[in-house]
């Protein structure tokens, strides 16, 4: 049995976890998701950040997550500059809920 050469026959994977981010190789390129960019990654376990779904061929998807990203959201940051203040927002809304949840 002859072993797969890096990246054939693979549409999407998680290459490495990093303490600023993870790297993913999706359709024969590389992308780095840092945590200040997608913080929604940092602090979830290797399983749900390793258990990634490439749908339609453009769409990445995190079931246990629940993230969904585009892989135009990959290569052109850009036209996206919002992102992370709506993900910042929601992340400090959920903390702020807990807090008030534990009271």
């Known amino acids: 049995m002859r072993s797969l050469k890096h990246g054939r026959n693979i549409s999407v994977s998680v290459e490495n976890i990093t303490p600023f981010g993870i790297w993913i190789f999706v359709k024969g390129k590389e992308y780095f998701l840092s945590y200040k960019d997608y913080p929604y990654f940092k602090d979830q376990t290797l399983k749900a ?4 779904q490439l749908l339609h061929g453009y769409h990445l998807y995190w079931p246990e997550l629940d993230v969904d990203l585009e892989i135009d959201n990959l290569e052109n940051p850009e036209k996206y500059p919002l992102k ?3 993900i910042k927002k ?4 959920q903390s702020n809920k807990r807090a008030i949840a534990r009271q």
């Open 90 to 93: 929601h992340l400090t809304s």
């Open 49 to 52: 950040i390793q258990h990634v």
């Open 84 to 86: 992370t203040q709506i």
